[in-house]
T-cell receptor, first 113, second 108 residues
Framework: KAGVTQTPRYLIKTRGQQVTLSCSPI?????VSWYQQTPGQGLQFLFE???????NKGNFPGRFSGRQFSNSRSEMNVSTLELGDSALYLC????????????FGPGTRLLVL | KNEVEQSPQNLTAQEGEFITINCSYS?????LHWLQQHPGGGIVSLFM???GKKKHGRLIATINIQEKHSSLHITASHPRDSAVYIC??????????FGSGTQLTVLP
């Protein structure tokens, strides 16, 4: 099976712009989670989607949003970008809702100038 | 909120040494995850365990649910083991909370 893919891999934006990141889970996986990783805060949970429904949301402002499509692919959107949004954004997929191994994508590295 | 503490933050070892990384958490959990992150950023799930011990190759993970503590051991360490090792536990809403990671460098 193909692994989790994320596009784009690298992105440079300026403050105030918005960005959309995409994640394609492993075939058959219905759960997609998004994480932000920065040198200062480490890995932090953004949100989790299962069968097109947001199941959990982390402690991030409303500028961060996401959605999941019927084919389980997921997108996250960040509006009105700030310098502090520069980070590695990772998505991970798993088959179901329970605690199980998550499979991570390679990440999208976002730089906000 | 589950607090996750990892130690040490940085670890340098000589090739062949036995390595131990520790993880403590504050609230009882159903399972704990150990992850490996290489310099390029990609993360690999090493283990998910809820009790006892799991082994995969030279990697061994143990967990003591009563003491809220887990350890990751690497036997016969090799330079390719150099990476950041991260433990993670689920919160009340099942979302993962991560430790700050242990940067391991294995010298040849």
């Amino acid at each position: 099976k193909a692994g989790v893919t994320q596009t784009p891999r690298y992105l440079i934006k300026t403050r105030g712009q918005q960005v959309t990141l995409s994640c394609s889970p492993i075939s058959g996986h219905r759960s997609v989670s998004w994480y932000q990783q920065t040198p200062g805060q480490g890995l932090q949970f953004l949100f989790e989607y299962f069968s097109e429904t947001q199941r959990n949301k982390g402690n991030f402002p409303g500028r961060f949003s996401g959605r999941q499509f019927s084919n389980s692919r997921s997108e996250m959107n960040v509006s009105t970008l700030e310098l502090g949004d520069s980070a590695l954004y990772l998505c991970a997929s798993k088959a179901g809702e329970l605690q199980e191994t998550q499979y991570f994508g390679p990440g999208t590295r976002l730089l906000v100038l | 909120k589950n607090e996750v503490e990892q130690s040490p933050q940085n670890l340098t070892a000589q090739e062949g040494e036995f390595i131990t990384i520790n993880c403590s958490y504050s609230v009882g959990i159903s399972a704990l995850h150990w992850l490996q992150q290489h310099p390029g950023g990609g993360i690999v799930s090493l283990f998910m365990l809820s009790s006892g011990k799991k082994k995969h190759g030279r990697l061994i993970a143990t967990i003591n649910i009563q003491e809220k503590h887990s350890s990751l051991h690497i036997t016969a360490s090799h330079p390719r083991d150099s990476a950041v090792y991260i433990c993670a536990v689920p919160g009340s809403a099942r979302q993962l909370t991560f430790g700050s990671g242990t940067q391991l460098t294995v010298l040849p």
